[in-house]
């Protein structure tokens, strides 16, 4: 059961890091990842962070972008020590959440489908 204060502190969490991932991390790598939730433990130590990625292309990989947001970890954490007035600045644990890239292929199948007369 999560607190009042840490669903402020996942929401302050996940909007900081969009907007850090999106303007200030220069990895390629890590171009249109989407933050899909975060969980803060109760102790406020850890935060696992749920993103997934549009892969219009077909030429990014997965584990690609895992790699560039591990290796952005160290800007990212640091970033938001200066933003969020945390006692504490959680580690960040990300994992790819892939119910984006279902829906689009969900939708893709619907627009496929023809009507029949």
């Known amino acids: 059961m999560t607190t009042r204060r840490q669903e402020r502190v996942n929401s302050l969490i996940m909007r900081e890091l969009s907007e850090l991932i999106q303007r200030r991390v220069q990895d390629?790598?890590?171009?249109g990842v989407?933050?899909?939730?975060?969980?803060?433990?109760p102790d406020f130590h850890l935060a696992r962070i749920l993103y997934s990625f549009l892969n219009e292309k077909g030429d990014v990989?997965?584990?690609?972008?895992?790699?560039?947001?591990d290796s952005a970890k160290a800007f990212l954490r640091r970033e938001l020590k200066k933003t969020v007035e945390l006692r504490v600045v959680p580690e960040l644990a990300f994992?790819?959440?892939?119910?984006?890239?279902?829906?689009?292929?969900l939708l893709e199948l619907l627009r496929n489908i023809k009507p029949s007369d």
């Open 61 to 69: 990989k997965q584990e690609d972008v895992q790699n560039g947001l």
């Open 95 to 105: 994992f790819y959440d892939p119910s984006i890239q279902h829906g689009d292929r």
């Open 34 to 41: 989407h933050i899909v939730n975060v969980d803060i433990s």
């Open 28 to 31: 390629p790598r890590v171009r």
